[in-house]
């Protein structure tokens, strides 16, 4: 069993959450809480776990973290009838795992997935996968103007290519439709460095009158935007 904690300081208590890739039992984590004095215990979904598994499989350690994924569970969860999501940047299937979960036993819904690295999106398709998911192999630039629009896209490409595809995932959102682009803290994972936001540039879209954003600042940095109806 792998076991995360995260700990942080605010000015009135410590808080400490701990993350689990297997299911262990209430009981368990109600113990190892108390021992930890954590407040919080997030068990990872089954699916997320075996994603986690396959990952180690290639050494790939560029998957969502569990606080992005259950965000994107729950943006999931609130798609409409008949609602269309798309992930950019498949990696093994972490994410797309987490987006399944929010939608729970749905059929009303299409989750198309895009990973241009062939060896990835294999390892990705070698898990089960409701009929609704859709696992395509290519380059997200060129596929995205051609795919019709969606309720829900998850922009996780690495850092340089995402200001490229801004204007394409904002053309490709219905109105009303969400966006929520990963990995917008410079700081994340590089200690106390200093990082100039070069490819993150999420400013631009920021300011984008097309959309009303909010900058997540937890976990890997968040940028969450809903497209305006025109
Ligand atoms: C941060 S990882 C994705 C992690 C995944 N969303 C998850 O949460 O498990 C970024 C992925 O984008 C893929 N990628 C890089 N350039 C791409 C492109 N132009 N189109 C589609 N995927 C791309 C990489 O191969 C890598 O697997």
Redesign the pocket.
């Known amino acids: 069993m792998e076991l995360t904690a995260n700990t942080g300081t605010s000015d009135t208590r410590s808080w400490v959450s701990l993350t689990f890739d297997h299911e262990i039992s209430t009981a368990e984590v109600e113990d190892m809480k108390r021992s930890l004095g954590a407040r919080t215990a997030l068990q990872v979904p089954p699916a997320v776990g075996a994603?986690y598994a396959r990952?180690r499989q290639i050494g790939?350690n560029?998957?969502?973290c569990p606080e992005?994924?259950a965000l994107?569970s729950v943006l999931a969860a609130a798609v409409p009838t008949g609602g269309r999501i798309l992930?950019?940047?498949?990696?093994?299937?972490?994410?797309?795992?987490?987006i399944v979960h929010g939608l729970r036993s749905r059929t009303d819904v299409e989750v198309a997935?895009?990973?241009?690295?062939p060896q990835?999106?294999g390892l990705?398709a070698s898990a089960r996968w409701p009929d609704w998911v859709t696992l395509v192999v290519?380059?997200?630039?060129?596929?995205v103007p051609s795919l019709g629009e969606f309720d829900l896209i998850?922009l996780?490409?690495?850092r340089g290519?995402k200001a490229s595809?801004f204007e394409g995932v904002i053309t490709a959102l219905r109105p009303r439709g969400q966006l929520l682009i990963?990995?917008m803290n410079p700081y994340w994972g590089k200690g106390k460095t200093r990082l100039p936001l070069d490819g993150r540039d999420p400013e631009r879209l920021l300011e984008d009158s097309r959309v009303a954003c909010a900058l997540l600042q937890y976990a890997s940095g968040m940028i969450l935007a809903s497209r305006l109806p025109d």
């Open positions: 994603g990952a790939f560029k998957f969502c992005v994924g994107m992930e950019l940047g498949t990696g093994v299937g972490v994410g797309l795992a987490w997935s895009i990973e241009i690295d990835k999106s990705a290519g380059d997200a630039k060129e596929l998850f996780d490409v690495p290519l595809l990963d990995d």
